[in-house]
């Protein structure tokens, strides 16, 4: 997949920050929970005092003193007072039950009478300030504590940003280590389309660097090797052609015409081996595209009869005007040519017809089956009848063209027709 390194960063980046940020969510909701009950814990006293106060029928003016004690007072403006119980934010709220006990005296003598009251105390916070709300049947008071504030968060906060920010310079210092890995993608893509001349090298001793630096070493001596390889085969050719055409010359010197004809085939049939090898060079060394462009199919199988020379009345076609192709014209006209000589030379009657079937490109000849798989026929100076005028070379220079245009070969073999396509 195309950026699946970046894609399993990002991935790893998204879960990592999700992960954190529920970790810290919950530890803020837990230490939260925990300081409200420790402070609600710790304030039962309130409850306590005001069951005394009730139980004891103490003054109002005591009970102030012994709030005081505790940094607590009551809230006595009633405006107020409801203002703070509709528009506070309940953090807790419990139940508690008074034991009121009173010694009475009847017929029989003393006894304790027990009272249970249901009393109700909320912790509450409102403004930036924590009150205690207590309520009985009897009534109810507001407490406030000048000293208590409400839970801040502001240190897990921070400690959460922290943890963010360090996770995201982390992964931008990841993508910075990632950049010369995608430039070095990008040029390879560049080296596999034909561009030799584009340099792998990277500054540096990480590994990223370090493979770099090996594809270059590897680039420069791959480059060394073609460039030998071309003009080794370049150099030969050319040195091939001259004793050719000095022997070709020299043929019509011979005393009969059956020799200059035997002469004659015998350079003929080496330059022809010469013209494929200078084909099958170019094509295995095609190394861009700069040459393809798209044209009417039509028009590269008129130009690929016309190169083979042969008669029109020998081949048929029945292809579409509108069907186009993308292609190098000169080797797509050869490959097409070497198909039309390959089926007149081993059809029955002599005839090719050339067919679009499922959007592919097919020659089908009357004959026999062919005896071999079509991988035997691809490979070089292979043939059935080496008495045919041949060097066994136009199916593999044909493979190697289609394969130049990210096609290959296929052969099937349908009620007495051989059929090969351009698949």
Known sequence: MKHSVLITVLFALVVTLISVSTVFWKFYKLNKEQYINNIFTNYSIIAQLYRD???????????EANLAVYNLHTEKDKTRQDIIIKQCTVLKREGFQSVDEELLINAKGFFTHKTIKDLRATMVQFQQKIYFYIETPSGSILIEDEKLKPYKYGNILYTYATTVAIILISFFLILQKLRPLIRLRKKIALFGDGNLNVSFKIKGNDEIALVANELESAREKIATLLESRTLFLRNIMHELKTPIAKGTIATQMLDTQKQRDRFTSIFWRLESLIEEFALIEEVTSLHNKSDFKEYRLVDII??????????????????????????????????????????????????????????????ESKGECIKHPLQYYIEPFTKDNPSKNSFGLGLYLVDSILKAHNQVLAHEYVNGVNRFIFA
Not at 53 to 63: A, G, V
Not at 329 to 335: C, S
């Open 53 to 63: 106060h009730q139980q004891r029928k103490t003054s109002d003016i005591m009970f």
């Open 302 to 363: 008129d130009g690929a009869i016309d190169m083979a020379m042969v008669e029109r009345s020998s081949v048929s076609i029945d292809v579409a005007a509108a069907q186009k192709i993308y292609a190098n014209y000169r080797l797509y006209t050869t490959a097409i040519k070497n198909m039309i000589d390959n089926g007149i030379k081993y059809s029955t009657d002599a005839h090719v017809k050339i067919v679009i079937i499922n959007d592919e490109l097919c020659f």
